[in-house]
C-alpha cells in the first residue's frame, strides 16, 4: 500500500514541488497518476521510491515510514517497487535474457532461481522467443517489453511505470498498457504516471490528477482538466 498524508515537498532551491497532497493506493490497485510537466509527478515517484524525502506530512509505502526510514533499509524498501521508466535504459551489449536476469543478480539471486524466473516472466510480457535478441535489434515496443520484464523480475509488490508509453505509437502505447493491466489482475499493485490524456481514457480506471503541487481530482474515468 502507498499512503500519502499531507504531504508536502520544498527543494532547496525554494521550489515548492508538493502542497498538501493526500491519497491512498491499496494493494492490488491500478491507478494512473496524470498532470502536465512540472505539476509534481517526479516527486511523487521520488518519495515513493525513498529517493527523497517529504519535508512534512507522512509518506507510507509497503509498510515503510518514508519520513523516518533508516538509509540502511532503503534497498529493503525498493525491493518491493518495481520501476518501468520511458527511455527503457536496458544495457545495450546484453540480451534480452542477461538484462532481466541482471536485475536478479543484483539481489544476490541464485543461477537456479534466474533460470527459473527469466523464462517465466518473458513468457508473460511475450517476449519468449527473443532471450537471445539484444536491445537494437528489437521493436520500441518490444524494449519497453523488456523493461517491464525488468521491473517484474524481482516479484515487487508495486510497479510504477513512469511515462511507459512516451516513446511509443498508439498502437503500441495501448499495447503496453494492456499488458500492465494484465500484470495488475495477476495481483501486482501499478501506478503509472503520464500526461497522455488519450491513453488514460482508453481504460477505466482511476485517476489521480495533480497540477501545481496539489492533488485536482481522485476518481474512475478519464480527466481532461489540465492542458499538457
Same mark, same amino acid.
Given at each position: 500500500m502507498v499512503?500519502? &498524508?499531507? !504531504?508536502?515537498?520544498?527543494?532547496?532551491n525554494g521550489i515548492k514541488a508538493l $502542497? #498538501? /497532497?493526500?491519497?491512498t493506493l491499496e494493494d492490488g490497485e491500478f491507478a494512473f497518476l496524470v498532470g502536465p510537466s512540472g505539476s509534481g509527478k517526479s516527486t511523487i515517484i521520488k518519495l515513493i521510491t525513498g529517493e527523497i524525502m517529504p519535508t512534512a506530512g507522512k &509518506?507510507? !509505502?509497503? %509498510?515503510?515510514? @518514508?519520513?523516518t526510514i533508516k538509509r540502511r533499509k532503503l534497498p529493503?524498501?525498493?525491493?518491493? /517497487? %518495481? /520501476?518501468?521508466?520511458?527511455d527503457f535504459r536496458l544495457i545495450e551489449n546484453k540480451s534480452v535474457y542477461e538484462n532481466v536476469a541482471f536485475a536478479m543478480?543484483? &539481489?544476490?539471486a541464485s543461477n537456479k532461481e534466474i533460470k527459473q524466473r527469466v523464462p517465466? !516472466?518473458? %513468457?508473460? /510480457? %511475450?517476449?519468449?522467443?527473443?532471450? $537471445?535478441? $539484444?536491445?537494437?535489434?528489437?521493436?520500441?515496443?518490444?524494449?519497453?517489453r523488456v523493461a517491464v520484464a525488468r521491473a517484474l523480475i524481482n516479484n515487487p509488490t508495486l510497479i510504477i511505470a #513512469?511515462?511507459?508509453?512516451?516513446? @511509443? #505509437?498508439?498502437?503500441?502505447?495501448?499495447?503496453?498498457?494492456?499488458l500492465l493491466e494484465k500484470i495488475n489482475e495477476l495481483g501486482t499493485t501499478m501506478l503509472v504516471v503520464t500526461h497522455e490524456k488519450d491513453v488514460v481514457n482508453q481504460f477505466s480506471k482511476r485517476v489521480i490528477a495533480i497540477d501545481g503541487g496539489k492533488v485536482l481530482s481522485d476518481g474512475l474515468g478519464g480527466y481532461y482538466g489540465y492542458e499538457a
Open positions: 499512503q500519502f &498524508v499531507n !504531504v508536502f515537498k520544498a527543494y532547496e $502542497k #498538501d /497532497v493526500s491519497f &509518506v507510507s !509505502v509497503n %509498510g515503510f515510514d @518514508l519520513d529493503k524498501l525498493r525491493r518491493t /517497487v %518495481g /520501476v518501468i521508466f520511458q543478480r543484483i &539481489v544476490g517465466y !516472466v518473458l %513468457g508473460l /510480457v %511475450g517476449l519468449e522467443s527473443k532471450e $537471445k535478441f $539484444k536491445p537494437n535489434e528489437l521493436s520500441g515496443g518490444e524494449q519497453q #513512469d511515462e511507459p508509453t512516451g516513446n @511509443l #505509437d498508439p498502437a503500441r502505447s495501448l499495447e503496453i498498457l494492456m
